[in-house]
C-alpha cells in the first residue's frame, strides 16, 4: 500500500510542475506590450509543454508496463521462444 501510496503521489508532482512550468511560461509573455509577441510566447511556451509531458507520459507508461506490472505477473518458466518457419507456400512465392 506504501509503494502504490508513492506511486499517486508522484502523478500529483507531476502535476506541480505542470503548474510551475505554465506559471514560468505566462510570466515569460507578461512582460511583452505587444498583443502578438504575447500570443505567440504562449502558443510556442504551451507546445513546449506538450511536447516535454508527452515524453515524461512516454517514459512513465513504459516503466509502469516493464517494471511495474510484468514483475507482477511474470513467472520465468515454460519454454524457450523458437521462432517459427514461414509457411512452405510463402517459400514458393518468393522464388518464382
Do not use: Y
Not at 30 to 43: I, R
Not at 53 to 68: A, C, H, K, N, P
Amino acid at each position: 500500500m506504501l509503494i502504490n501510496t508513492l506511486s499517486l503521489a508522484r502523478v500529483g508532482a507531476f502535476a506541480l510542475a505542470h503548474a510551475g512550468v505554465s506559471s514560468a511560461v505566462v510570466a515569460l509573455a507578461g512582460p511583452s506590450d505587444n498583443h502578438l509577441v504575447f500570443a505567440l510566447v504562449l502558443v510556442a511556451g504551451n507546445v513546449l509543454i506538450l511536447v516535454v509531458e508527452g515524453l515524461v507520459v512516454s517514459i512513465q507508461t513504459t516503466r509502469l508496463v516493464l517494471f511495474e506490472f510484468f514483475t507482477r505477473f511474470f513467472e520465468p518458466a515454460g519454454r524457450e521462444f523458437r521462432q517459427l518457419e514461414p509457411p512452405a507456400f510463402a517459400l514458393t512465392a518468393k522464388h518464382e
